[in-house]
């Protein structure tokens, strides 16, 4: 008897537009479609007039259902794994389905689509070329001052999720330790109320305090550290941005981000140079808007 395929197919990540027409078409075409939550997955196939058989197969009960999921595929019935959002197995369930049936010979196919964390670093305008997705940020606080440390020291862009209870907290610690830092926060990609919140930590933390509360979920990307050698030479980087016609907040910014030095520290150099008063703060404009 042939036995059946194991299809792992990415569903959209919020707008129901965003899938694909081949996974349309599995999701139509196979005998069982497990999911992570079926009344979530049902929104979908409804939107699509799909009507395939569901059961579900949540974190709970992946390991027993494995058994389950592992007899269909051998009488020959082609099963989908969805999850609630994205992509099976990445921060959600399926892994165990997945390894279960690759161990027994069981041809399992990716079905790519919606990704948050991809949709996120193209839209960061960020380093794209090498990234590191951290999952979700740890809940407490020491874990989380060793996790930004990670972050802080890694030259790689870095993307992780937190959840609208935790986000504030979590960036309280992230301002202390990534400083000017160049952050992105995105909640709720791609749905109705999709906001984008872009600058060093400090400034996108105002933002959320400033609210009452926050929802919806959230993808963080976070730049990643400059490749060089610290800048002992505060004069001779803003002597050389001066001879390039730089002035100001237009000179602060480009020291920090060529030369990795301190906007305020730039911009006051630049001041005591120029023999120029005080002004406002060149990190001013690096808000969160």
Not at 67 to 88: Q, R
Not at 157 to 175: D, G, Q, W
Not at 202 to 210: S, T
Request: glycine share 6%; hydrophobic share 45%; with cysteine.
């Amino acid at each position: 008897m042939t036995r059946g395929i194991l299809y792992v197919v990415a569903t959209p990540i919020g707008n129901l537009e965003d899938i694909t027409v081949r996974a349309l078409n599995v999701l139509r075409r196979v005998h069982v479609i497990a999911c992570e939550d079926t009344r979530t997955t049902r929104v979908l196939l409804r939107k699509w007039d799909i009507v395939t058989r569901t059961m579900s197969l949540h974190r709970f009960s992946e390991a027993r259902k494995a058994d389950k999921i592992m007899d269909l595929l051998n009488s020959g019935f082609d099963v989908a794994l969805v999850s609630d959002a994205g992509t099976p197995a990445v921060s959600d369930p399926g892994s165990r389905v997945v390894r279960v049936a690759l161990d027994a010979g069981i041809a399992v196919t990716p079905i790519p689509g919606a990704s948050s964390i991809v949709a996120a670093v193209s839209v960061a305008g960020v380093d794209g070329s090498a990234f590191v997705y951290l999952g979700f940020a740890p809940r407490k606080d020491e874990e989380r001052r060793q996790f930004f440390e990670q972050v802080r020291a890694d030259t790689r862009t870095s993307v992780f999720f937190e959840t609208a209870v935790r986000i504030k907290p979590s960036l309280r610690i992230a301002a202390d330790i990534l400083a000017e830092r160049r952050i992105v926060l995105f909640r709720e990609l791609t749905k109705m109320h999709e906001e984008t919140l872009a600058g060093a930590v400090a400034d996108v933390l105002v933002e959320l305090e400033r609210r009452p509360s926050v929802k919806g979920e959230i993808v963080i990307v976070v730049e990643g550290a400059a490749d060089r050698e610290p800048v002992s030479d505060l004069d001779a980087v803003v002597k050389t941005l001066m001879e390039e016609g730089l002035t100001g907040k237009h000179l602060a910014t480009e020291a920090h981000e060529r030369f990795g030095v301190k906007k305020g520290d730039a911009y006051k150099r630049f001041l005591e140079l120029t023999g120029k008063g005080a002004s406002e703060n060149p990190a001013d404009d690096s808000g969160s808007r």
